[in-house]
């Protein structure tokens, strides 16, 4: 990712005032009631369609795809002025969210949700300005407390996730935080009386590890529940709640779309209440706000206590629940409270006690049976496969996200505006979507989503089409998408300033077509009559990508070894040392491939017959053409598929004395040397992008070169381990190097999920076509199978994560961003033997 790749992204996680300041609660002491004032630095395949008006689409739908001539031609001048309102200039088709299926009763299903990605627990509504909920613990460490809230990998919590999520209106999620265990359950329910949006409940429960609870530090546990309204609406406080006894009202208001709503805590434990309410519209630095009244409070009186105060008027209220070890808690938050017949007090029964749980527990059913009905593997994997499996299908179902913001996009360098602004803002947008990392990149990427999808649409193909379609409408004129979303303050706080902005020369790759290619979801499409319409977007998606291939981004001062291409997802993966126009990226093309062969896939069901069907099959007779490829990429003696360059293996990185431009003072700095004049030809480094074409399907099953690039799978001196595939073959002169000073090797060596499936379902594919390779095919199949998901389950039972890739050595540690349920939760369909 062009400014922002993953690697650097590690190291780069926003230290900002909130989210991932790490400090303690003013950083007091973990000993009662004595508080200490310093502060410490510890930064720390059943399908459900959905219901549609079939006819109502069908007139519109093919009316849409006879744009697709104009908007393939469409054409604005080419000055600088004009370029610049292009660039945010939405595509000029109506929006794929205003289509009638995703209204109605879709729309509203959809409503609440488990949206804040980035927090441990945090609820809002599909809407620009929600109310907004969410959960904060204190949390102990080295003696001192913490407050727990932002998903951060410096908080050391040991698991956390959804164990199970439907994606709609259940989840379950576990966190284990030293000694200290939660359990959080959300369920969303409509009923006689509800607003729209219906309403929702949380259960949480708290539990110490027994031994510990002579200890004053573990005896007593405290949880923050708060509600804040985006919009400013002032939230009333019961200032009886300080008297609980049972249950209670905690706060009530009103708010757009949900009408009147009241929030209610329940509990049978002996429970002591404190609140605090403040006014801001600033939402993104809740830990902080309510740390610093925790802290001054607790100064004063010498205990962990909010102080029972409110600012006038507030729009944000948080509510202390404090209890010995174990206790359980019930939130409801009814809406439509003003209305004729709201029955809220029986509305609270059902959300509440033992008829919450009892539904929780239904819905915990319900989660199993679809989970076997949909991934049928009983008879394929063990059960601690079968925990793992549902494990990844329900954190990234649980990690889906809802952000409303514009994207920063930026300006060529020479470009000035008269606020002086290196950038322009886009369009204001929403954006449904999973995410890769609830930690370290909780907001949408665009390279990621494909892969997601193709789980999400065996699990619900109505949440499926909902994100593909937000992702659409996020195209400008252009047929270009941002590919790293964002949007909001909250994303935003996660991100340094510097690798926000989004550059319109570089694109991910079409990723979203690994979802549309699918033969049996495209037959969804057209019985849905969402196909015809698709392609109107998809068509001016895919003609973005016709022409250049994926911009290297050199390194500062010359302290990079092979320039980057880290929008073509595969960063620091090794290119042509010296870019030019001649270059050729052996991925981009088969990329291209896909695109063009889903187009014409989709027309052909359609059944149209006209020139952009035609111009599809023609491109992607093209892109397959077997003796072009060969001609283009192929080492005939090697059998192995590479780019093509200006490119010298003769290129190193070599320290030099340099002096300081304030100080007479030298320093050392690595700087890149160049040994030997570069030429074109093929760049030889066999690894993930030498397998494009394999991946792709594109070889012919009865080839001689189908052996060989079996063989370089199957070779330990090359790809081949115990764990998984490597991304670069130990024969490459960069294996496991750095290519700048910083960076340490990303794509040059470990182990990734997304592009293991890809060679999966390869070798699933010519394991079962006609052709001399097929028994060796299969044989590799099955190895590579069980060596990936036993080093994946093996690996969250010994961490309690699934992790962002996994090492080719050290029995296959888990290494980078942790959890990723993102495309490492691709292991289920490997379990399942869906491709």
């Not at 460490?141 to 913490?146: A, L, P, R, S």
């Not at 160049?674 to 009865?702: A, C, D, N, T, W």
């Not at 499936?757 to 299969?778: Q, T």
Request: glycine fraction near 8%.
């Amino acid at each position: 990712m062009t400014g922002s790749s993953r690697r650097a992204a590690r190291s780069r996680i926003k230290p900002s005032n909130d989210v991932d300041s790490g400090d303690s609660v003013q950083n007091l002491k973990a000993i009662p009631p004595r508080i200490r004032k310093e502060r410490g630095n510890d930064h720390a395949s059943s399908l459900r369609l959905m219901n549609v008006n079939l006819k109502s689409l069908l007139g519109f739908g093919i009316l849409a795809f006879l744009i697709i001539v104009f908007i393939i031609y469409y054409h604005f001048d080419t000055v600088e002025e004009v370029q610049k309102l292009r660039v945010i200039t939405p595509l000029p088709a109506p929006k794929m969210m205003d289509l009638p299926q995703f209204q109605g009763d879709h729309k509203e299903s959809l409503y609440w949700g488990t949206y804040r990605s980035l927090v441990y627990l945090g609820i809002r509504a599909r809407t620009p300005r929600s109310l907004i909920a969410g959960l904060m613990w204190i949390g102990v460490k080295d003696g001192q407390y913490f407050m727990r809230h932002v998903c951060q990998d410096s908080d050391g919590l040991s698991k956390y996730g959804w164990t199970h999520h439907n994606g709609r209106d259940y989840g379950h999620q576990v966190l284990v935080d030293q000694e200290l265990t939660l359990t959080t359950s959300f369920l969303k329910a409509k009923m006689n009386g509800s607003g729209y949006g219906g309403d929702w409940a949380v259960q949480v429960g708290v539990q110490n590890d027994k031994s510990r609870l002579d200890d004053d530090l573990w005896r007593t546990a405290h949880l923050f529940f708060y509600l804040a309204d985006e919009e400013g609406y002032a939230i009333s406080i019961d200032r009886e709640l300080l008297s609980f006894h049972g249950s209670t009202l905690l706060a009530f208001g009103s708010h757009d779309d949900v009408g009147g709503w009241e929030l209610h805590l329940d509990s049978s434990d002996n429970l002591e209440v404190h609140y605090s309410g403040f006014r801001s519209r600033h939402m993104h630095n809740l830990t902080e706000l309510f740390q610093e009244t925790l802290g001054v409070h607790a100064r004063r009186i010498g205990r962990l206590q909010l102080p029972d105060t409110s600012e006038h008027s507030p729009n944000i209220v948080v509510f202390q629940v404090s209890g010995k070890n174990p206790f359980k808690i019930d939130i409801a938050f009814v809406s439509g409270t003003d209305s004729k017949n709201p029955r809220v007090e029986e509305r609270i029964k059902s959300l509440t006690g033992a008829q919450l749980t009892n539904r929780l527990n239904e819905k915990q059913n319900d989660f199993e049976d679809k989970y076997r009905r949909c991934f049928n593997l009983t008879d394929k994997v063990d059960s601690e496969s079968m925990i793992v499996g549902r494990a990844a299908i329900g954190n990234l179902l649980g990690g889906i996200g809802y952000f409303y913001g514009s994207s920063k996009i930026a300006l060529p360098k020479d470009s000035n505006l008269e606020n002086g602004n290196s950038f322009v803002p886009y369009w204001p947008a929403a954006l449904y979507t999973a995410v890769p990392s609830r930690s370290f990149f909780p907001r949408g990427f665009l390279w990621d989503e494909g892969f997601h999808q193709l789980l999400i649409w065996r699990w619900d193909i109505g949440i499926c089409l909902d994100i593909i379609g937000h992702w659409l409408d996020l195209m400008n004129i252009d047929g270009w998408i941002p590919r790293e979303q964002i949007l909001g303050a909250e994303a935003l706080s996660k991100v340094p300033e510097e690798f926000v902005l989004q550059h319109p020369t570089n694109g991910n790759p079409p990723t979203l077509f690994l979802v549309l290619r699918v033969r049996f979801f495209q037959i969804c499409l057209v019985e849905q009559k969402e196909a015809s319409f698709l392609s109107l977007k998809t068509t001016r998606f895919l003609h973005s990508w016709i022409g250049p291939s994926f911009a290297s981004m050199p390194g500062s001062n010359g302290s990079i070894v092979h320039n980057q291409t880290l929008s073509s997802g595969l960063d620091d993966y090794p290119r042509a040392s010296h870019p030019n126009e001649d270059e050729l990226h052996l991925d981009l093309r088969c990329w291209m491939f896909l695109a063009a062969d889903c187009m014409h896939s989709i027309a052909e069901l359609l059944g149209m017959r006209n020139s952009s069907e035609m111009g599809y099959y023609s491109m992607a007779k093209q892109l397959s053409n077997f003796e072009i490829l060969n001609q283009m990429h192929l080492d005939d003696t090697y059998g192995a598929y590479f780019d093509f360059g200006n490119h010298t293996e003769k290129v190193r990185l070599r320290w030099h004395e340099v002096k300081g431009s304030s100080s007479n003072y030298a320093g050392r700095e690595l700087l890149r040397e160049v040994l030997e004049r570069p030429q074109l030809g093929l760049v030889p480094h066999v690894g993930y992008v030498s397998l494009f074409p394999f991946m792709m399907k594109m070889i012919p099953s009865e080839s001689l070169i189908l052996g060989k690039q079996l063989d370089l799978v199957f070779n330990r001196s090359t790809l081949w381990t115990d764990y998984g595939l490597r991304s670069l073959s130990k024969t490459s002169s960069v294996y496991m190097k750095r290519n700048t000073e910083h960076d340490p090797p990303y794509w040059r060596g470990p182990i990734w999920m997304n592009m293991n499936y890809m060679i999966l379902s390869a070798l699933h594919h010519y394991s079962e076509a006609d052709g001399p390779h097929k028994a060796k095919a299969r044989m590799i199949y099955e190895e590579l199978r069980k060596n990936l998901i036993g080093n994946v389950v093996r690996n969250y039972f010994q961490t309690g994560y699934l992790w962002e890739q996994y090492e080719e050595k050290n029995k296959g540690r888990g290494k980078g961003a942790r959890p990723f349920t993102g495309w490492t939760s691709l292991v289920l369909l490997m379990m399942a033997e869906s491709y």
